[in-house]
């Protein structure tokens, strides 16, 4: 008895489950500006990152730094190699490939839900992000297509509107920023923005309509054109560090 209450003192997942809420808000600070470095690309794919130096770019005591560590670890933002320490993700290609068969599958699934399930008020709030990302500018010009995290997104709403919390978990906790990260460092090129802007469009028609097969489809289709979009510049991009 006495010895498994000690073994759970000691277990590393134990411990970060007792965290001081002033060092949970201070992390939770720190997981969301270094989130945001990693996701524009301002901290560069496979760069090394030290809790010395966050804690001093940040100015932030390593208690906090460390718990903000560990969410960007859960949410597969930065990775832990043997001897080399911490750094922020770079996956290969297959890697990648996974990650958008994944999307592409639970995506539409959460299309064909949305369909379902959305109320007439959610689906008018997922037209009022449209219209807000109608007025950026970077799109107006065909440049890119940028979407703030979370409510802005026009994805993470849709998967709000499946009401499946598992997708939820899934597609909005768990693989969400890393799906950011690919999505706003690779995404812009060509015809793209304004195509992917159309596409959402007539995603939503086909929720509106209640037409869950339809909307299952053309979320296949987007998730699927993003993906040849993504990896084709994410490739060239390797390609060209290779030769550096
Ligand atoms: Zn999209």
């Known amino acids: 008895m006495s010895s498994a209450t000690s073994q759970q003192a000691v277990t590393p997942s134990a411990a970060s489950e007792i965290v001081a809420p002033e060092v949970r808000t201070l992390a939770e600070r720190v997981f969301n500006q270094l989130q945001d470095a990693i996701v524009r690309g301002e901290l560069a794919p496979g760069s090394k990152i030290t809790e010395p ?15 903000a560590m560990r969410r960007l670890e859960a949410h597969r933002l930065i990775e832990r190699v043997p001897h080399v320490g911490a750094r922020v993700v770079k996956l290969s290609i297959q890697e990648l490939l996974e990650l958008f068969d994944v999307r592409e599958a639970l995506e539409s699934m959460a299309a064909r839900l949305a369909a379902e399930h959305m109320t007439p008020a959610e689906i008018a ?7 807000l990302h109608e007025r950026q500018s970077d799109l107006k010009s065909g440049e890119a297509y940028y979407q703030r995290e979370g409510d802005l997104d026009f994805h993470y709403r849709i998967v709000q509107g499946s009401h499946n919390r598992m997708l939820m978990t899934l597609l909005c906790d768990d693989l969400y920023y890393l799906v950011r990260l690919y999505r706003t460092q690779f995404s812009a090129s060509g015809a793209r923005p304004q195509r992917a802007f159309v596409e959402h469009h007539r995603i939503v028609d086909a929720i509106e309509a209640g037409d869950a097969e339809l909307a299952e489809l053309l979320m296949r289709r987007h998730v699927s054109a993003s993906r040849t979009n993504v990896v084709d510049r994410y ?6 560090e290779a030769k550096l």
């Open 53 to 67: 130096g966050l804690s001093k770019t940040y100015g932030i005591s390593r208690g906090p730094l460390r718990e």
């Open 125 to 131: 709030g997922l037209r009022d992000v449209l219209a």
């Open 235 to 240: 490739a060239a991009t390797l390609k060209q």
